[in-house]
Structure formats: structure tokens, C-alpha cells
């Protein structure tokens, strides 16, 4: 059974930094596709970043493509997703996301079959 659990978020002030962690379990990653996703209250979900599991593939929206960065550890079964430059409107539940059928990585949370529970990420002005 897939587990996605993420961490890391918080209260930060505008301009501050977070990390992100999702660690992955229950299974073996091989080529799998990991994403974040975030949603702000009363907004739909909204691509952040994916990245495949092995290879160096990333893809980062391009409201954050110059402030975040997406990466992993394999050896801890981690995808990573830094925040840096922070907005209040980067605030929103950020979730982790996995899929093992994507031959490229996916904006579409639909493509997703694994998530999270989501972690709170608010940014204060």
C-alpha cells in the first residue's frame, strides 16, 4: 500500500523560505511520477512541480519556476519541494502526489493516483 506523507509546512513571513518533505512508502519508485500540488481556500488545485523518480526530469509551474525548486532522495524515499521568496499568495494546503502509469510528467492532478494528506502552508505579509 502506497503511503505519501507529507512535511515541513508552517507560518513563514513574506519573503521567507520553507522545505517541503514527502516521504514515499510501500512501494518500489522506479519511474514513477511524483507531484505538488497546492490549493488555496475557496480555489482549485493547482500544479506546483513534479519530477520523475529516477532521471532528472522537473517541471515546475511558472508562477514558482524562479522561487521553488523540486528534487529527491532516493536512499530516504523523499521528494522535496524548496520554497524560497515566499508570497502570501503561496499560501494554500500543499499536496504530495505519485502515479506509476505517466510516461512524462503531468500537470493534471487527475493523472495522480496516490496523494497525501496535504500540509498547511501560510504566508504572511
Known amino acids: 500500500q502506497v503511503q505519501l506523507v507529507e512535511s515541513g509546512g508552517g507560518l513563514v513571513q513574506a519573503g521567507g523560505s520553507l522545505r517541503l518533505s514527502c516521504a514515499a512508502s510501500g512501494r518500489t519508485f522506479g519511474n514513477a511520477v511524483m507531484g505538488w500540488f497546492r490549493q488555496a481556500p475557496g480555489k482549485e488545485r493547482e500544479f506546483v512541480a513534479a519530477i520523475r523518480w529516477s532521471g532528472s526530469a522537473t517541471w515546475l509551474a511558472d508562477s514558482v519556476k524562479d522561487r521553488f525548486t523540486i528534487s529527491r532522495d532516493n536512499a530516504k524515499n523523499t521528494v522535496y519541494l524548496q520554497m524560497n521568496s515566499l508570497m502570501p499568495e503561496d499560501t494554500a494546503v500543499y499536496y504530495c502526489?505519485?502515479?506509476?502509469?505517466?510516461?512524462?510528467?503531468?500537470?493534471?492532478?487527475?493523472?495522480?493516483?496516490?496523494w497525501g494528506q496535504g500540509t498547511q502552508v501560510t504566508v504572511s505579509s
Open positions: 502526489a505519485a502515479d506509476w502509469v505517466l510516461t512524462a510528467l503531468s500537470s493534471l492532478g487527475g493523472d495522480y493516483d496516490y
